[in-house]
């Protein structure tokens, strides 16, 4: 890594990417760790999924988000975060993010070590289709969850 400063108007690569409705600008990208600043509108969500490779977290700036774990334990709980939070999920756990607050939510998001994950997000920015984002995040050691039975 080289040492400076990304600006807060600045990006890794000057990329920013559209992933399932929020807005992801890259902040550093290292073998050892990517972290990203996150816009999350009100209704989107990231399913749950687990990252068999990487440590994840999340330290809230703004407004709130729901954090569902155990969905692949069979039982799920679900907690609140908010200004000033930090969220920590573990590899091989799984995780849902929703935002159900009736606001945007702003963030920043870390995973270690970086692993795939860049190019996951360049691969997945403005895909709509569920099916080709479940197709690509797995090629890129991200795991989606079936989802629960409607019965």
Not at 20 to 38: E, S
Not at 68 to 73: K, M, P, V
Request: aromatic content about 8%; some cysteine.
């Amino acid at each position: 890594m080289d040492f400076g400063i990304t600006p807060s108007d600045g990006h890794v690569g000057e990329k920013a990417w559209n992933v399932v409705g929020h807005v992801y600008t890259p902040k550093l990208h290292t073998p050892n760790v990517m972290i990203w600043h996150a816009q999350v509108p009100d209704g989107t969500f990231v399913p749950p999924h687990i990252h068999p490779t990487q440590d994840e977290w999340i330290y809230m700036l703004t407004g709130d988000l729901e954090i569902e774990f155990g969905h692949d334990e069979g039982h799920v709980t679900a907690h609140q975060a908010g200004p000033g939070d930090m969220v920590r999920m573990p590899k091989g756990k799984s995780h849902g993010i929703f935002n159900r607050s009736g606001a945007e939510a702003t963030c920043v998001f870390g995973v270690a070590p970086s692993r795939k994950l860049f190019d996951l997000f360049g691969a997945l920015d403005d895909v709509t289709d569920p099916e080709e984002l479940v197709r690509l995040s797995a090629l890129h050691e991200v795991d989606f969850l079936p989802p629960p039975d409607a019965g």
